[in-house]
């Protein structure tokens, strides 16, 4: 018996991407291993059959949140582990507890989900851990960051493929839109959990999903398909950029573990549009990307004003994630909670 979703043309176009982002054709199905977070959502779920139908090639992982009541996690719980069953692969479960954490909920918990993930991927051997983010998902991103001002980096969006640890974070399914995704799982007369948390109005992401996406659709049908296009040329623009300032900017940097210096004569002479980048790439390099999301146009403005001003008094600007400190002659990076060493 053919496994389930085996001839749908939807499953056919997540598993060629998902075989593009974990090493193309000269990779082997067997070494592809890659555990999918899941939470028993429709895009989960569709990410889950594709990677099903490669014996061995995938196991389940369900996250369990304490931001959810007990009956509802409990709930979902089960409907991962019955999906495991009825797919044939391996399922495993981790716990994120960040409900009594200070700071950002939202941010803790993907930061605990990531680590739990990262952590069973260790245990099963999955080089690859994949999420079920779509273009839909991207889109609501790209509002958000532009909402917040931020700088090019952060307005390219999720991209398909990034680092997390000594894995690689896969998303397979950021060029397909919502609609596909729910259209090809009732077309398999498949169910999905519908997560609440996500009516939550408090949350801006279910804001914009709530109130904003539906009248933009109206507007164009394909807007989310036109942000996942949007997010691809940016990204190959940066890596056209990246590639420049690597050559141009980073052969003089001086680093020094978490520290990056710089001659303030060399910067000076420089296009703003190039100096623009680097935080973003220390973030890459550095930081392992946590916290390029918050990198805004606005801070990135004000540290190169300050580089290229004629004042020598030493300065310190806050670049999300980043300080940059600015003597007379040294422009330096260090990570924000570093800057108390600052000299």
Partial sequence: MPPLGADHPSVARILRRWRQLSGGRHTRDPDRKTLVACSGGADSVALAIALAQIPSSCVLAHIQHDMRTPEQAEHDRAYVEALAKRLGVDCAFGIAAVSEEPGNLEANAREARYQELARIADEHACPYIATGHHADDQLE?????LMRGSGTRGMSGMRPATPLGNKTLLRPLLEIPRNEIETMLRELDIAWCHDQTNDDPAYVRNRIRQDLLPLLRRLDPEIARHASQWSQDLVAMQEVMDERVEATLMEPCTITDSQWRWPRELLQAHPDIMLGYLPGLYCLRVLDNEGADRIT????????????????????HRI????????????????????????
């Fill in 320 to 343: 999300g994630p980043i300080v940059a400190h600015i003597r007379a002659h040294e422009v330096r990076f260090t990570p924000a909670e570093s800057s108390e060493l600052s000299t």
């Fill in 297 to 316: 146009r606005r801070a990135i403005d004000s540290w190169i004003r300050s580089v290229k001003s004629d004042s020598n008094n030493p300065t310190e």
């Fill in 141 to 145: 991103t790209l509002l958000m960051h």
